[in-house]
């Protein structure tokens, strides 16, 4: 494929390259908190800090980009803007990602030599192309890079070399590598961010270190931190739990409880079971417990492996593999976290086994085949309860009607036959057998109807648990949804069952291990505390999330969440202060840093890791609890024994309380589960007495597609923020991203908009420049305003306006659509309907605000325009917003009307021109017409009778809301008027038409007139319509005329002009006799009462080599018979008569001929002129 022509690129990125320079040497992005108490209204926006192992990407670059875009405009609205960003080190990547690499180079040698046969396989990338905060469970990439089954090849298919692998086997390398790259590529974005607020996190920094820390002890203080066994998803290989962030694939899964339920081998047990001397149990994991008193059998599925392994108390316990590895880690093995195998087994050797299982009335139960089971889900093994579960009820039907399927497997009759549902839970509607009532009911036959299969065991489940009332054992007449919990204490009190944990879904970790659950000691977040939570939502209430269902979202999230592990012991990170032997985790060391921000250029000396001197000449060491304290918290002493000064501890105390809450925080949506309300939670147990230090608003954004399709590297769909700015500028990329959508559904980063943006971008520069230098040589109209000059002005009024709400609602889509498509639009159509005779002071009025306007979205081309075309003084960063005059509601309306009008005369006369005048088969015979030359536009005052008594109906009828009643209402209405009866076929659609109008006007629809004069509206513009439909003559009449036909009084309604066209012309041949002219003949029509001027006008435009009117002269033959019959000759003005300014040319239509007035007297000028150009 053929690169495209890049000197519009080029061009704009010298023009960036130019304008960031420009900022960067007037720190115009660099913001203090003023000393005095008198301040204008600060705005503090953040994103969350990106994961440090790779360059940043279009993914993080579409979130941020919806801060950048907010700065941009809440600083021309006159507030104080600050953007910080800093980088997240902390967790487990960067530290797996280099153990990796020195883990190869022991192995393999340096540089590496792998075998050969190393396999082709799926493998995180987690350099480049790494999930971070932003972007949640879509911005981790699965890379199927050819044979990239190490972490070196993974390095090298990045364009490293292997000195440069080399040293990335030191997790330190990542935090020096990965910093600075991201911020060049920020800044080549024209990020508006204060980069001396920059840092990393981890102990590496001492000052966020420092506040980690206290952090923690004050949450600990407060009674926010716990320590004891909890379950938690935990990566065997790591040794340590595996939170969010630390995971390849399975974000946002969490630990789902089961009950195990032990079946007792009592019955032919296989000869390998039966050598180990020891009871030995089938061990069936099930959500619903309440229901063994139904058991009429076990699933086991034929082909998958199982094993027998040693469990506590010295007991056999029979599962998959998986759910062992599970067992282990929660202290149901013999050996806590291993699994001692006793014996492998197939599925197919434990069916036929009997069992005794608790609270069934069978006193044998027997092992069944099912082929649904998976492998990856539960034990492996499942209780049966045909009573209550549609699968099991419909599997033992076919069981017990299929006698082929039996012998198959070898299940013998009396193990199927005797056993039948049992009646255990009584559901209102589906009585106490539910699962078979539903299944006759949908009339489900076998195992394949898979569909009507879920469907139906939704419904059982969901009205078993909430409906659902017991009808046997000691919980008789209880609902189902009280006793599911204390059935499961029970069973667990007499061993006959244990409580059994696995993740949800499968969960890998960042080490490529699949997680399990375990019950292990940890240090964890009380997120479920009730009073906390309360408070929260609390918190939540005041928080903008500017969509509902996000905050939905937000309120199930702490429905749900319990305790969270905020502590490890591989990694990176600050140690807990208390417990040095742990890390805290990557989730919990990120929810109050933002407060960091506002200090951070203070005491971090303009560098990632603190380790600088920095203004304050603090060291890191005196940065003591109380010092936080009193930084943050308003009531807090003044610190005893510091070294600090008074002076710069009220500095740091005021750029805090400056600066805070936090206005704006953007983020993925996918966060929401997590760190979002995690954020949330932690602000309000840190500052539980100043609600107003709690964040005011959360905007959560949908994950980016790239060209519709999801970013992957593996398919080459993939693209970073480096290789956006390269390839399409800066301003094309950030106008790309602003299109790419609003919502909180995936939005879609467009390389064709992109390539558009840019070719737009372009074309205003240049456009700007020439109309600057046109007004240099005052080629524009100046003086008062007229109609075409109000519209224009009050057109940009209204666009500013809706542009500025647009922004005010972060809604970027629709500001860039408002701010410059449609902006452009009201130029191009001022431009058209002024025919180029624009005036002055408007034409650098819409510069001027579209280069600020735009500013937030492309601020490098607006600047450029702004201080290189405009030649302003200082940067369009330091300009307002723009102020509008009140808009003009009439001019509006009257522009409204124009539009319509318009657009409804241009489809008249395409409809004119061709006329379908027969058929013939299936295609119409179409025959030309005549272009008009003449058209009257009809207006009326008032509707026909008939449509005023509908329309005076449909007001009546109408609701405030703007609802109306349904047709058939209306027809039924409408059929016993009277009045109406004569027009009852056009009744319905008529109404049906102003039905759609109220969808698109509201109510404005019904009413019976305009507010405006539609004559002089339509006077105004008549130059302009005659130029653009191309006619010669317009006039305008009401429909009330005695010479109206009744066609016209029926089609002619208030608001809505009828043009009817007509051809008044006669055509004459003119010849040019010039030689070499390069003219030739050409046919142009004459009209009644044309003069010398407008015959010149005409030729220009039928003759595209005439260029100026006034260089035409027009000759008529002194013989209009023979004269054009003469051999023409070198002397061409022999015979021919100058046609003069004063003369006036007259048609017959009829005759089809052209007559010239010249003094009074009436000349016959036949079928042919002569013209000339000097």
Not at 583 to 604: N, P, R, V
Not at 862 to 885: C, D, F, Q, R, Y
Not at 988 to 1007: I, R, W
């Amino acid at each position: 494929m053929e690169q495209k022509p890049r000197r519009k690129v080029e061009d704009l990125l010298q023009i960036q390259e130019e304008v960031q320079k420009n900022w960067e040497r007037a720190k115009v992005f660099e913001e203090d908190a003023p000393e005095d108490s008198t301040q204008k209204e600060k705005y503090l926006v953040t994103f969350p800090y990106p994961y440090m192992n790779g360059r940043l990407h279009l993914g993080h670059t579409f979130s941020l980009s919806k801060c950048e875009f907010a700065v941009g405009y809440q600083r021309m609205k006159g507030k104080q803007c600050l953007f910080p960003f800093g980088f997240h080190c902390t967790g487990m990547p960067i530290k797996a990602c280099a153990d990796k690499l020195k883990r190869e180079m022991e192995d393999f040698g340096y540089p590496p030599s792998f075998p050969a046969e190393a396999e082709t396989k799926e493998e995180l990338v987690e350099v480049d192309v790494t999930k971070d905060k932003s972007k949640g469970k879509k911005s981790k990439v699965v890379a199927k890079s050819g044979g990239a089954k190490y972490q070196w090849q993974i390095m090298k298919s990045l364009g490293l070399e292997d000195e440069e692998i080399k040293a990335f086997s030191d997790p330190m390398h990542w935090l020096e590598y990965f910093p600075p790259r991201a911020v060049e590529d920020l800044k080549k974005m024209g990020l508006h961010v204060d980069w001396r607020r920059a840092f990393i996190t981890t102990d590496v920094n001492p000052f966020y270190d420092s506040f980690v820390r206290w952090q923690f002890i004050r949450l600990k203080e407060r009674g926010k931190i716990d320590f004891g066994k909890r379950y938690t998803i935990y990566s065997p290989t790591d040794k340590q739990p595996c939170m969010d962030h630390d995971r390849a694939s399975g974000e946002g899964v969490g630990p789902q409880e089961y009950t195990a339920i032990k079946m007792k081998i009592v019955k032919n047990m296989p000869e390998k079971i039966r050598v180990l001397g020891k009871p030995a149990f089938l061990v069936a994991a099930t959500l619903r417990p309440e229901t063994m008193y139904g058991q009429t059998n076990c699933w086991i599925h034929p082909s998958i492996n199982y094993i027998a392994h040693e469990a506590i108390n010295g007991e056999i316990f029979i599962t998959t593999r998986r759910a062992a590895l599970n067992m282990a880690y929660q202290g149901l093995t013999q050996n806590q976290n291993e699994v001692t195998i006793v014996a492998e087994i197939s599925g197919q050797e434990l069916i036929g086994i009997g069992m005794e299982s608790p609270l069934t009335s069978y006193q044998v139960l027997y092992a069944l085949p099912m082929l649904t089971i998976k492998e990856d889900k539960g034990t492996g093994i499942v209780t049966s309860v045909p009573s209550d579960s549609p699968d099991d009820f419909v599997a033992l039907r076919d069981l017990k009607t299929k006698q082929p399927f039996r012998q198959k497997f070898g299940v013998k009759d009396e193990m199927v036959l005797p056993f039948e549902a049992i009646p255990i839970v009584e559901v209102p509607g589906l009585g106490n057998l539910s699962a078979p009532t539903i299944c006759e009911k949908y009339k489900i036959q076998s195992q394949n109807d898979a569909d009507k299969l879920k469907e139906a065991k939704d419904i059982v489940y969901n009205k078993g648990f909430y409906d659902g009332v017991m009808l046997v054992g000691p919980h008789k007449g209880k609902k189902i949804s009280d006793i599911k919990k204390l059935v499961q204490k029970e069973l667990t009190d007499v061993n006959q069952a244990c409580i059994y944990m696995e993740p949800e879904k499968q969960v890998i970790s960042r080490s490529g291990d699949e997680c399990v659950v375990a019950l292990c000691d940890q240090w964890y977040l009380k997120y479920g505390e009730s009073d906390w939570k309360a408070v929260t939502k609390q918190a939540l209430d005041r928080v903008d999330t500017f969509h509902e269902e996000v905050k939905k979202n937000f309120l199930s999230t702490m429905d749900w969440l319990r305790e969270h592990a905020c502590s490890r012991t591989y990694g990176l990170g600050s140690k807990l202060p208390w417990d040095e032997q742990w890390l805290i985790e990557s989730l919990s060391d990120s929810t109050i840093y933002m407060a960091y921000y506002t200090i951070a250029h203070l005491i971090q000396g303009n560098s990632f890791d603190g380790r600088s001197p920095n203004a304050l000449d603090i060291r890191p060491e005196e940065m003591t609890p109380e010092v936080w304290d009193y930084i943050f918290f308003k009531e807090a002493a003044l610190p005893k024994d510091t070294r600090i000064s008074i002076e710069n501890l009220n500095k740091l105390r005021r750029e805090f309380q400056h600066w805070y809450p936090v206005d704006l925080r953007v983020s993925g949506k996918d966060l929401v589960p997590n760190h979002l309300t995690y954020y949330l939670y932690i602000h309000t147990a840190i500052w539980p007495k100043e609600p107003e230090k709690w964040p005011k608003a959360i905007r959560a954004n949908g994950h980016l597609l790239l060209n519709s399709e999801k970013m992957s590297k593996s398919t080459g769909n993939f693209m970073t923020l480096s290789e956006a700015v390269t390839k399409y500028s800066a301003d094309g990329m950030r106008y790309a991203l602003a299109d790419a959508g609003d919502s909180i559904e995936d939005a879609n980063f467009v390389e064709k908009t992109a390539d558009s943006g840019v070719l737009r971008l372009f074309t205003l520069i240049e456009w700007t420049k020439e109309i600057i230098e046109k007004l240099k040589s005052n080629s524009y109209r100046i003086g008062e305003y007229n109609f075409n000059d109000l519209i224009f002005e009050n057109s940009m009024n209204e666009k500013i306006n809706e542009s500025s709400a647009n922004f005010d609602r972060l809604l970027f889509k629709e500001a860039l659509k408002t701010c410059f498509f449609e902006y452009q639009e009201i130029r191009d159509k001022y431009r058209e309907q002024t025919m180029e005779d624009m005036h002055r002071d408007l034409i650098l009025k819409f510069i001027e605000t579209q280069a600020l306007i735009l500013s937030p979205i492309c601020p490098h081309v607006a600047e450029h325009i702004w201080t290189e075309v405009l030649k302003k003084e200082g940067s369009i960063l330091n300009e307002s917003w723009p102020k509008v005059a009140q808009i003009d509601a009439q001019i509006l309306r009257a522009r409204n009307y124009l539009d319509e009008a318009i657009h409804g005369f241009r489809t008249r006369k395409i409809a004119y021109k061709t006329l379908i005048i027969g058929k013939a088969g299936k295609k119409g015979a179409v025959r030309k017409i005549e272009e008009p030359t003449h058209a009257t536009i009809w207006i009326a005052k008032s509707y026909p009778r008939w449509q005023a008594i509908i329309l005076s109906t449909l007001q009546e009828r109408c609701t405030p809301e703007g609802k109306l009643p349904p047709n058939n209402t209306l027809s039924e209405i409408f059929g016993k008027l009277p009045e109406l009866k004569k027009y009852m076929k056009k009744v319905m659609p008529f109404v049906q038409a102003v039905k759609e109008s109220v969808d698109k006007k509201g109510l404005e629809a019904l009413k019976q007139n305009v507010d405006l004069d539609e004559e002089s509206v339509l006077k105004e513009i008549i130059p302009y319509l005659k130029h653009t439909l191309e006619l010669e003559h317009i006039d305008i009449k009401n429909s009330d005329d005695p010479f109206a036909d009744e066609k016209t009084k029926q089609d002619c309604v208030p608001g809505s002009p009828f043009i009817m066209f007509r051809c008044e012309k006669v055509s004459l041949k003119f010849i040019n006799p010039q030689p070499m002219s390069g003219l030739f003949e050409v046919e142009v029509p004459i009209i009644e009462g044309d003069t010398l001027q407008t015959l010149r006008d005409r030729l220009c435009r039928n003759v595209k080599q005439l260029k100026d009117p006034k260089k035409v002269d027009v000759f008529r033959y002194d013989d209009p018979i023979l004269g054009p019959r003469r051999l023409p000759t070198l002397e061409w003005e022999f015979g021919k008569i100058r046609i003069m300014d004063t003369d006036r040319f007259s048609i017959d239509t009829i005759s089809n001929t052209v007559s010239l007035i010249q003094n009074g007297s009436k000349q016959d000028i036949g079928y042919q002129l002569v013209y000339i150009v000097s």
